[in-house]
């Protein structure tokens, strides 16, 4: 009797030691990560990164969330792609363009005028060359998660309605901590100002900056659009939004947890996708709302024309060359 009740003591005390050994040990524990967003809370990114989060409590039981920082509390997006780098922060919600700089590929994808259409950066975002791009940041210390829409951006300034590249001589033109978008502006025979988002709207009513250039939503949600009424629809690059997880949060998860993360990052791709659009239209009818001139007749083809020397400089050939060719003979 005695020995049998010392053998349940045992047990208990064992299963107890189990438990607890789970909990410590590494994939098992739970945990907040922490998400960076440079958009305001109600932007379709912040909404997607929303929607991992309720996805991810769902599917691990409530163990794993993501507390999502939005409207820069983490830091400006240059700032918050290094310390996720580092692991400060565990994921990032960034624009391909100033990722350039520490994923060669994520630069490719912010090139001027190299997707024909939403549809063609559909096709290759969502294929295997979109996969391949994702892996690719794994060399860098990121973990890709997925892409998101971001439109077209386009150029808006408070001097004048810019219709080809001569319109833009002189004009200090804001752009994203990006060399290649620097070199662009460079190109069009403006002066680049790289300047953080969250100072673009004082660098516009102060005059620091003539302008910028950005997408409908963007456009309007900071007020730019208030600031710089002359929009012209250049539609230069097609810019995508990228899901990334640091390398040292994503070695805290177990196989199983990461296939959770995996699939709750693309599940938010396809919600953020319908928002997009929503947002987009909602956006462009807002802007006219709010007095923007919508430059008629503006010359892309001129534009792309004054921009492919951009190509020479950044793509060399081997790897990179090879990645935008394939992107381009993608139907
Ligand atoms: C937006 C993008 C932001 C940021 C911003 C910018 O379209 O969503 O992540 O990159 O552009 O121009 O800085």
């Avoid at 030691?17 to 524990?29: F, T």
């Avoid at 901590?177 to 660098?203: F, K, N, W």
Wanted: with cysteine.
């Amino acid at each position: 009797m005695r020995a049998c009740a010392r053998g349940a003591v045992l047990a208990v005390l064992l299963s107890a030691v189990v438990l607890v050994s789970q909990v410590l040990g590494g994939a098992a524990r739970a945990r907040e990560f922490r998400a960076a967003d440079t958009q305001t809370a109600d932007y379709p990114t912040v909404q997607a990164l929303l929607t991992m989060d309720r996805l991810v409590r769902e599917r691990t039981g409530g163990r794993h969330s993501i507390k999502v920082f939005h409207s820069r509390q983490l830091g400006e997006e240059k700032e918050t792609i290094e310390q996720t780098r580092v692991g400060a922060i565990d994921i990032n919600r960034s624009s391909t363009a100033p990722f350039a700089s520490f994923v060669p590929e994520a630069g490719v994808l912010a090139l001027p005028y190299l997707f024909r259409s939403v549809e063609h950066l559909h096709k290759v975002l969502d294929g295997p060359i979109g996969d391949e791009i994702l892996a690719s940041f794994e060399a860098y210390g990121f973990v890709g998660l997925a892409f998101y829409d971001s439109g077209a951006r386009s150029f808006y300034n408070t001097v004048r309605p810019i219709r080809v590249p001569a319109d833009m001589a002189g004009l200090r033109i804001r752009v994203q901590q990006s060399d290649q978008m620097i070199v662009m502006i460079r190109l069009l025979g403006a002066e680049a100002i790289a300047l953080p988002y969250g100072q673009v709207t004082t660098g516009l009513s102060t005059g620091i900056v003539d302008g910028a250039e950005n997408n409908w939503p963007s456009y309007v949600s900071t007020d730019h659009v208030k600031l710089a009424r002359f929009h012209s629809a250049t539609e230069h690059t097609m810019t995508p939004e990228v899901l990334v997880m640091s390398a040292r949060a994503w070695a805290a998860l177990d196989a199983a947890d990461r296939q959770i993360f995996r699939q709750a990052a693309r599940e938010s791709a396809l919600y953020m996708r319908q928002q997009w659009f929503e947002w987009e239209g909602r956006s462009r009818a807002a802007a006219r709302g709010a007095g923007a001139v919508l430059t008629e007749g503006v010359d892309k083809k001129a534009f792309a024309d004054a921009v492919a020397p951009l190509y020479e400089q950044f793509v060399p050939p081997g790897r990179l060359r090879d990645l935008v060719e394939r992107i381009r003979m993608v139907e």
